[in-house]
């Protein structure tokens, strides 16, 4: 899944979190899991990154992915 993609689902599903919709665990379990993932590509990559501004780059990506992720522990 696109980190874009990823992006757009965790803001709709906090906003719907905090309208106090319902929401099916499993949904936001999927969500968390593909964060993880992602997460996981990510490290993966700056490992094998030569440059620095891209190692940076995803750094950061991981950085706003571990903070969406602890944002829907917290609502949940």
């Known amino acids: 899944m696109k980190l874009e993609k990823i992006y757009e689902k965790i803001k709709e599903y906090l906003l719907l979190i905090e309208e106090d919709k319902d929401l099916e ?3 936001v379990k999927k969500l ?3 964060i993880e993932n992602k997460i996981s590509k990510l490290k993966e ?3 094998f990154s030569k440059n ?3 190692e940076n780059k995803l750094k950061e990506e991981i ?3 571990k903070k969406f ?3 829907l522990k ?3």
Do not use: A, H
Request: proline share 0%; glycine share 0%.
């Open 69 to 71: 992720k602890k944002q």
């Open 25 to 27: 665990e499993k949904e």
């Open 74 to 76: 917290e609502k949940k």
């Open 32 to 34: 968390q899991e593909k």
């Open 52 to 54: 620095i501004e891209e």
């Open 45 to 47: 990559k700056t490992k």
């Open 63 to 65: 950085s706003i992915l």
